[in-house]
């Protein structure tokens, strides 16, 4: 089976209220991880990739020939996606010339006018190829590849200006954050993501930072027309939490249990577990 664009299942998810989940790539562990999920759940799945992970994992054609190798390898039946997560302009026409399938510009730290300019271009290029073309308008708080950012609330006039340009999918920030969430966070603007809905129309929307984010807002978000939530903090730390058990029950003395495939292989299932969980949460289940 081949990667597909995004823009299908993510079509299909808004117009019957459900969402699909955005899982990051961080090692060849997560590859196994989220892939044995999506066929386990029967779900759509979009991989990620961030510039970060790309560059250790030896770039963008390398990690598309593993996703497909590992795709005709586990007899994975369910549409899966790859896509570039907040991407530069010049990342972005990379992963488009090395097999991505979808991809995501991030100019949220530009003038409307330019990020309006170069979504365009890329725009142009993906459709070329039938690869799906996410945009980002209010930028997203919390940490992103060591970039610390306070987050914005998107304006829904410039949300309908990129819609208008024919982006399949957008992130707009509503008081979303990356990574773990403060005490004394706000909550979601549901307001604002309301004001938005009614701006773009017909347009999926993307929820980032969902690692965290109370059940029952995210099950709000997908009622008003979140139809992609980026999952990544949830999934590092389970992986972590299962390695680091391992090595408090004393595994790595027993036998073999020093070995890399012994050792990660909790956090392996730790962290197919959650992506199932999120899958159940999202809606997503048996959607494949």
Known sequence: ??????????????????????????????????????????????????GGTAKYMGGYQTIS?????????????????????HGTYDEVLQAIDEGFSSVMFDGSSLPIEKN???TSEILRRAHMRGISVEAEV???????????????YADPKHCKMMADLGVDFLAAGIGNIHGKYPENWDGLDFDLLASIKQAVGPLPL???GGSGIPEEQ????????????????????????ATKQYFLDGKDLESKGFTPRAMLAPGIEATKRLCIQKMELFGSVNRA
Request: a negative charge; one cysteine or more; charged letters at 20%.
């Open 65 to 85: 020939h593993m996703v497909l190798d590992f795709i005709k390898y586990l007899k994975i039946t369910v549409p899966v996606a790859l896509h570039v997560d």
């Open 116 to 118: 309006l300019e170069m």
């Open 218 to 241: 995210v099950r709000r978000a997908i009622a008003l027309g979140i139809s992609k939530i980026n999952v990544n903090t949830e999934c590092q730390i389970a992986f972590t939490e």
């Open 138 to 152: 209010g930028g997203i708080g919390g940490e992103e590849d060591g970039h610390i950012a306070k987050g914005e």
């Open 206 to 208: 993307v929820l980032h």
């Open 1 to 50: 089976m081949e990667l597909v664009s995004a823009q299908a299942m993510l079509d299909d998810a808004y117009k019957r209220k459900y969402a699909i989940g955005h899982f990051n790539l961080n090692n060849m562990e997560s590859v196994r991880a989220f892939l044995f999920a999506a066929q386990e759940a029967n779900s759509p799945i979009i991989l990620s990739v961030s």
